[in-house]
């Protein structure tokens, strides 16, 4: 049966990428039935939102939803696109690999890293208030709850896709409550995966430092809203930074597949940006829906593309566009034996 998915083109380079990574998730060989909605500033005009009611239903429907970058407009009044789908949505886990690709000019060459990061509490709850008119306090929401809960996702991940060991990264020697009772709670849940995921964990600043002078040592992190939302770039920025960073919000009811990088307006209609972010979020999809064998041979596609070096986009040192680039990974996806 056809998997229906909810697209978003989005704004700027969006619609390329988005064109581009569908034709790609297509020569997997797996069966879609994509349903294209306009989010952003260009429904702006007619539905006077850039995240129209139909949206959100759509992704409500389908229940996974795969979209371009979407560009936040400046002091007009309009929230975040990104920040109304995850709280509408209840996408409660933010999912960022970081996995070195060869051919990409960094520091390192064995980085495998999967950042779990809790995306509805701690303190960009935005509890803030000003206490007199020179201090103000910014409240840190910790709750049992929601840590058991990322924590579950967490471990669950790494058995669905192999992987070794879960970190807990945290400030539990300062915070003893609020970041305590994370810890707590990840350890708890660690009980249950005793035998299949080593579990350890590290406080945050240490975490950081470790990552920098040997990453390889580590595999899926989780960590609150705060840490989570700086150690992601952190990682990212180890494996060649946001054009090849892929991303997810996935909640009980959902999950949007959407790229790290914006909607880079001066790039936008020129065939130019780099679809490989857009790419390795659709591999998360597939990843979701179960299909890990087809995520790792289109992911393996988009390696061997840049790897090779002839078919890459500007910005990693080539002069292919982002529909070249795309033909090149569909015509290695269809060299390659289909598996599983
Ligand atoms: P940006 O990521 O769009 O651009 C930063 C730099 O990276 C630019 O030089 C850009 O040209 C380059 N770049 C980004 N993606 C690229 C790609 N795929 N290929 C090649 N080059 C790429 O960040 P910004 O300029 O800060 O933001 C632009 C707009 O995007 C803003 O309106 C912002 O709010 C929005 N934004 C949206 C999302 C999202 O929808 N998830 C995320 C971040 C920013």
């Given at each position: 049966m056809a998997h229906r998915v909810t697209l978003i083109p989005g704004d700027g380079i969006g619609p390329e990428l988005a064109e581009a990574t569908r034709r790609v998730l297509d020569a997997t060989g797996i069966d879609f039935e994509w349903e294209v909605v306009e989010a952003g500033e260009a429904v702006i005009a007619e539905y006077g939102t850039p995240l129209p009611d139909h949206v959100l239903e759509s992704i409500k429907r389908n229940r996974i939803a795969i979209k371009g970058p979407i560009t936040t407009p400046v002091g007009k009044g309009f929230r975040s696109v990104n920040v109304t789908l995850r709280q509408a949505l209840g996408l409660y886990a933010n999912l960022r690999p970081a996995r070195s690709i060869k051919g990409?000019?960094?520091?390192?060459e064995d980085v495998d890293l999967v950042i779990v990061r809790e995306n509805?509490?701690?303190?960009?709850?935005?509890?803030e208030h000003m206490v007199g008119p020179d201090a103000a306090e910014s409240i840190k929401i910790i709750t049992r709850a929601a840590s058991e809960r990322i924590a579950r996702f967490a471990f669950d991940y790494a058995v669905a896709n192999g992987r070794r060991k879960v970190t807990a990264v945290h400030k539990a020697n300062i915070m003893k409550l609020s970041d305590g009772l994370f810890l707590e709670a990840c350890t708890t849940v660690a009980a249950d995966y005793a035998g299949k995921v080593e579990f350890e964990d590290r406080i945050v600043d240490n975490m950081c430092m470790q990552l920098v002078q040997k990453?390889?040592?580590?595999d899926v992190l989780v960590l609150p809203n705060l840490y989570g939302d700086i150690v992601s770039d952190l990682a990212a920025g180890l494996v060649g930074?946001?054009?090849v960073a892929p991303g997810a919000n996935i909640g009980t009811e959902a999950a949007v597949f959407e790229p790290v990088h914006g909607s880079a307006p001066k790039y936008a209609g020129q065939n130019k940006a780099n679809p490989t972010a857009l790419m390795l979020s659709g591999g998360l999809m597939l990843r979701h829906l179960g299909h890990v064998a087809e995520a790792e041979r289109m992911e393996q596609a988009v390696r061997d593309v840049i790897a090779e070096g002839t078919a890459t986009t500007y910005d990693l040192g080539g002069t292919a566009g982002t529909s070249q680039f795309a033909d090149a990974v569909i015509s290695r996806l269809e060299r390659a034996p289909t598996s599983a």
């Open positions: 990409l000019d960094t520091r390192y509805t509490e701690d303190l960009y709850a935005g509890i990453p390889d040592l580590y930074g946001l054009g």
